[in-house]
């Protein structure tokens, strides 16, 4: 469990004039995708998760962003211009980090950070920014929307964070 939430650590913002991270929705759920544009999980499942996500609360309930999480094929899921093709060929108008690449290491800093261990995966924020819970893979949005109807149905200050990362079986390997 983490005892304080890492800071999203991201080179570029696209869809948002200001940088963002988990405390920079105050009152609002958070749900976090890390994906790659070349995933077919992430094109096929779990952006569109993301946008149902977002289409189905309110935008002062639940905010959602995603973090593009380059871990294999640097040379062409690097470049900005290629994924500012893709969010607009999609349609993603929700905004979009980033995820700065660590000098030499394959894993990108907030990745790292949080133990994610492929893409796509999701990453839950409670009302006070706290991270909650994260799934690697495709999952249910039947889940994933009873998780955050639980999350908002919490009385702001009261909750405390549920186990979260790998070792308490959120992700798989």
């Known amino acids: 469990m983490y005892t304080t939430t890492p800071d999203w650590v991201v080179s570029a913002w696209l869809n948002t004039p200001e940088a963002l991270g988990p ?3 105050p009152g ?15 094109v096929s499942h779990g952006l569109p998760t993301l946008q149902r996500v977002r289409d189905s609360f309110k935008p002062e309930d639940v905010a959602v962003v995603g973090l593009h999480t380059v871990f294999e094929h640097h040379a062409i899921q690097g470049q900005r211009e290629a994924l ?14 980033i995820d700065r ?9 907030t990745m ?5 261990r492929g893409t796509p995966s999701f990453v839950i924020f409670d009302r006070e920014g706290r991270h909650r819970h ?32 790998c070792a308490a079986g959120a992700c798989a390997v």
């Open 23 to 25: 405390q920079s929705f």
């Open 28 to 42: 609002r759920i958070v749900v976090l995708e890390a994906f790659q544009m070349l995933c077919p999980g992430c």
């Open 84 to 97: 500012e093709a893709f969010i607009h060929e999609y349609r993603l108008d929700f905004p979009i980090g």
């Open 101 to 109: 690449q660590r000098q030499g290491q394959r894993l990108p800093e």
């Open 112 to 116: 790292a950070a949080y133990e994610l």
């Open 134 to 165: 994260q799934h690697f893979g495709i999952g249910s949005d039947l889940a994933l929307g009873a998780l955050i109807g639980q999350l908002l149905a919490e009385p702001a200050g009261i909750a405390e964070p549920e186990p979260t990362g």
